[in-house]
């Protein structure tokens, strides 16, 4: 009878076991699954408070990526800062950081995950977002912007 219940509780064990690494492999990189590698990010270049036309690179550890601003880009998310690099006939040649900040998934993969999912999101940069809207300003202007040059809001 003994041996009857130890082979139940261990049989209950290992399906608990099988069902929590199971869990956890599916849940494994969750911000990966729910929210993507990638994101689109909006820039808008401002010289002084006029909107202005201007060509843009942005990058991160994970790539690099042209636009024409105001105009949007897919980047793939990434731990470290998105660097954008933007010139135009009215400014010189600017560059403005962005922090990432880490999502919402990402806290579900430490709670639900043991952690293990949180290490995949870090590595691949999907526990991370940037802002959508980037507002690329720039307060020396080099040349007068006119209200035949670029429309403003």
Same mark, same amino acid.
């Given at each position: 009878?003994?041996?009857?219940? !130890?082979?139940?509780?261990?049989?209950?064990?290992?399906?608990?076991?099988? !069902?929590?690494?199971?869990?956890?492999?599916?849940?494994?990189?969750?911000?990966?699954? @729910?929210?993507? @590698?990638?994101?689109?990010?909006?820039?808008?270049?401002?010289?002084?408070?006029?909107?202005?036309?201007?060509?843009?690179?942005?990058?991160?550890?994970?790539?690099?990526? @042209? !636009?024409?601003?105001?105009?949007?880009?897919?980047?793939?998310?990434?731990?470290?800062? !998105?660097?954008?690099?933007?010139?135009?006939?009215?400014?010189?040649?600017?560059?403005?950081?962005?922090?990432?900040?880490?999502?919402?998934?990402?806290?579900?993969?430490?709670?639900?995950?043991?952690?293990?999912?949180? @290490?995949?999101?870090?590595?691949?940069?999907?526990?991370?977002?940037?802002?959508?809207?980037?507002?690329?300003?720039?307060?020396?202007?080099?040349?007068?912007?006119?209200?035949?040059?670029?429309?403003?809001?």
């Amino acid at each position: 009878m003994y041996f009857h219940h !130890l082979r139940a509780k261990l049989k209950a064990n290992t399906i608990a076991k099988r !069902l929590f690494l199971s869990t956890s492999m599916l849940l494994g990189g969750c911000a990966s699954i @729910l929210s993507g @590698l990638y994101q689109d990010v909006h820039v808008t270049t401002y010289c002084d408070s006029q909107r202005v036309e201007a060509s843009c690179h942005v990058s991160n550890e994970n790539g690099e990526w @042209l !636009l024409q601003s105001p105009g949007s880009v897919k980047v793939q998310k990434g731990f470290g800062d !998105l660097v954008v690099f933007c010139r135009s006939n009215y400014f010189e040649p600017h560059m403005m950081r962005i922090s990432s900040s880490s999502n919402v998934s990402s806290f579900g993969n430490i709670i639900l995950g043991a952690g293990a999912g949180a @290490l995949v999101d870090v590595n691949n940069g999907a526990g991370f977002d940037y802002p959508q809207d980037i507002r690329f300003t720039v307060k020396s202007c080099t040349k007068s912007i006119s209200s035949t040059d670029y429309a403003t809001e």
